[in-house]
């Protein structure tokens, strides 16, 4: 039987966790981390900065997914309208190399 929260992984169990975007459960390592920072949705690419963190596919699909259902004053239990243009300028930027999208 399988671990619970884990997945079988290249051989190895990995976390999963939720995109918040498009619900999709995957393994961590595909997903990028945000977190918090004063109001303003911040991408965290080490996945060391403080606070409660959500996750989301780094694509400007999954964001826009988030954003249309408020995901994230939910992910990040606040009640206030959190600004996302920092975390959408990451993700167009990783869109014009040629990153994931």
Known sequence: MRPQGKLEYGGQ???LRTCVGCRVRTVKSE???L???E???VPDQRGRLP????S???T???LALAERRRAFPRAFRVAVRLDSTRLRAH???HDEDGGTA
């Open 31 to 33: 997903l990028l981390r």
């Open 91 to 93: 993700l167009e930027e």
């Open 51 to 54: 606070g409660r963190g959500a």
């Open 13 to 15: 169990a990995a976390p």
């Open 60 to 62: 400007l699909g999954c």
């Open 35 to 37: 977190v918090m920072v």
């Open 56 to 58: 989301l596919h780094p």
């Open 39 to 41: 109001g303003v949705i």
